[in-house]
């Protein structure tokens, strides 16, 4: 089984025909803390002829150096490659190993065990179809059991393997084995995980990995590697219903046209009637196209091109889905957030999402609860820390098809990407939509926004300042206004202070609290922008990510960043407030320049220094701009 294929002599063309064409398993092993992950991917590895010679030298050096296991070769070193992880024994970054046998190929990742990983393990789990869960014989079920194992539920790993290993630090002990398993079992039972399978072993000596092992003759199952290679794997999503979400227009000349991409679920064949989501047009299948010629079916897991009957508009990011049970289609939803950035998540701060294909803008309403992975308590929370995981609402810019994730893992996860440094900073798994996605309708009115900017005799704006405190935002707004109004044109002034007394009155400044200011102001802006007025939004709104969403709320075409620029110093020195002062003396906590971040402008459309303009200046620029945008006359 582990033995190199006679082939490779005899005739090596069969051989990686065969090799290409062997399923491919891809798993995961966690669990808690020097259990023997590490270790039993090693063994793997060197049972399986896939360490080379060199590796095997170098392996017994580290062994030597560096290893746990006294004269014995260490197989955890070949797979903990960093340096932090030598020193103190454990997995810290996700390490994916490849291997194979006669009957299959096997991508594993090994997965951190301390909590503040969690993100790490998440990521590992993501694509895998079975999960390893190691259990020391000496200590048995942990906490650290139970929430890799919640997190293997919550991702939807259908196959679960308990490895109990260690057994020959407890005499090969069947009592301890039954008592672990049984425990195991019933928490299992609790959070809905299935398919558990149990294996005594010693992942260093290596009972039951490859070989059934005479140290436990009580045990009748598989090893761990005849389970491996005998899990089908497959068969939910093959017959399940057909998912293909678009990457690629593919249209290398005038007479082709197809939609590249990978199947998620299902299977597909000529002449079956397919439905483009969201738009909900229907065509039916003409070819299956690959670059080894057509297909007469296609299944879940495979890259192809389709091409339709009919020319409909297909784009990226939309999805071919069987017309007989199709995915839904919202904007709004329900869904489990594992947090996996260092910036604490901030509720209707918008973030770039990619679900499937398709890349949209999301916001994650405030958190209905955050899950303790240790305990699987419940417990209110007003946002996620790094590793944390929430239940969470969270709506999108526009409405994209779905599954539940239960249901198919490509379209029902999604990532969420800062705007900003373009890191990912969660992973989510949709439950359901909200019901309001699909009952709350635009109402269409006869009288828009062009009607109204024709009544006015001018077109409309937003003009947003931005700044220091004390830098003269609500100056220089205030005389701008005073000059428009002169000139007949229909204005309004949101002033940051007063928006404070009524719209804004239950918010204070914390970051959090700062981002749902904004929101609120950049929804009631562009609805005056759509009235037809000249907008003059006056806040200091300190975030980029912030007023980057208003400028794509409010549409770049109605929007400019007047970045009224005066350095701190200058602004402190003001203080026309005296808010410097409590600041410095630490009566005013969360202010912006002193305690609290500002993130200036980087292309506004006007930056006017106020150190060398004055106010009248400064207003008298802004009005030039709106006359040469055409905006005023």
């Known amino acids: 089984m582990t033995q190199p294929s006679e082939l490779i002599t005899d005739d090596i063309e069969q051989y990686l025909a065969r090799h290409a064409n062997k399923s491919m398993l891809r798993f995961i092993t966690c669990g808690s803390v020097d259990d023997g992950k590490s270790t039993l991917i090693g063994r793997l590895l060197y049972e399986s002829k896939l360490v080379f010679e060199d590796q095997l030298s170098a392996l017994e050096a580290d062994s030597r150096k560096v290893g746990t296991q006294g004269e014995g070769l260490d197989f955890a070193l070949l797979v903990d490659g960093l340096a932090a992880e030598r020193e103190q024994g454990i997995t810290i970054d996700v390490a994916y190993r490849y291997f194979s046998t006669e009957q299959r190929k096997f991508v594993v990742a090994d997965t951190p065990g301390h909590e503040q990983y969690t993100r790490n393990m998440v990521t590992g789990a993501s694509t895998a179809d079975l999960a390893v869960i190691l259990i020391d014989a000496r200590k048995g079920v942990l906490t650290q ?135 909900g047009k229907e065509s039916a299948v003409a070819r299956i196209v ?60 918008p973030y770039v999402c990619q679900i499937g294909t398709m890349t949209v803008q999301a916001r994650i309403t405030k958190p209905k609860h955050k899950v303790n992975v240790n305990t699987l308590e419940k417990t209110a929370t007003n946002t996620l820390a790094l590793n944390e995981i929430g239940v969470c609402n969270i709506s999108f810019d526009r409405p994209v098809p779905f599954d539940a994730y239960a249901a198919n893992r490509d379209t029902g996860g999604f990532i969420l990407i800062d705007r900003l440094t373009n890191t990912t900073v969660g992973a989510g798994m949709i439950a359901h939509s909200l019901r309001r996605s699909d009952n709350i309708h635009w109402q269409a009115v006869d009288v828009d926004g062009d009607a109204r900017r024709a009544l006015n005799g001018h077109g409309s704006h937003v003009l947003w300042f931005t700044g220091l405190s004390g830098s003269g935002k609500s100056t220089i707004a205030n005389d701008l206004e005073r000059k428009l109004y002169a000139l007949g044109c229909h204005t309004y002034l949101l002033d940051g202070d007063n928006i404070r007394h009524g719209l804004g009155r239950d918010l204070g400044f914390t970051e959090a609290d700062r981002v749902e200011n904004i929101r609120r102001v950049t929804e009631v802006a562009r609805l005056m922008a759509d009235a037809g007025l000249i907008v003059l939004a006056s806040f200091i709104s300190p975030f980029r990510a912030d007023r980057d969403a208003a400028r794509e709320v409010i549409g770049p075409d109605q929007f400019c960043e007047v970045f009224v620029d005066t350095p701190i110093e200058v602004a402190e020195q003001r203080d026309p407030k005296g808010l410097y002062k409590k600041a410095r003396r630490g009566d005013l906590t969360n202010f912006t320049g002193v305690d609290s971040p500002y993130e200036p402008p980087e292309n506004p459309e006007l930056r006017i220094r106020t150190t060398t303009t004055t106010p009248e200046e400064a207003s008298g620029l802004v009005v030039e701009f709106l006359r040469d945008r055409g905006i005023i006359a």
């Open 145 to 279: 059991t139970r929430r890799h194992s919640y997190l293997v539920s919550l991702l939807g790993i259908r196959h679960v393997v308990i490895a109990v290993n260690k057994l020959d630090l407890v005499d090969y002990s069947q009592e301890v084995f039954d008592d672990i398993v049984a425990e195991y079992t019933s928490f299992a039972n609790e959070i809905g995980l299935g398919g558990v399978v149990a294996i005594p072993m010693s992942a260093y000596v290596g009972d039951n990995l490859t070989e059934r092992s005479s140290n436990t003759p009580w045990y009748q199952g598989p090893t761990l590697i005849e389970h491996l290679e005998d899990v089908e794997i497959d068969d939910d999503l093959r017959n399940g219903p057909f998912r293909m979400p678009v990457q690629w227009v593919n249209r290398p000349n005038l007479d082709f046209r197809g939609f590249s991409g990978q199947i998620v679920g299902g299977t597909v064949r000529p002449g079956d009637r397919l439905r483009v989501l969201p738009s």
């Open 290 to 349: 690959t670059m080894d010629g057509d297909l007469d079916e296609a299944v879940a897991g495979q890259s192809v091109t389709i091409t339709l009957a009919d020319e409909i508009d297909v784009s990226r990011g939309d999805v071919l889905a069987g017309a007989e049970a199709l995915p839904g289609v919202a904007d709004q939803f329900e869904a489990h957030v594992v947090w996996m950035g260092e910036h604490e998540m901030l509720p209707e701060r």
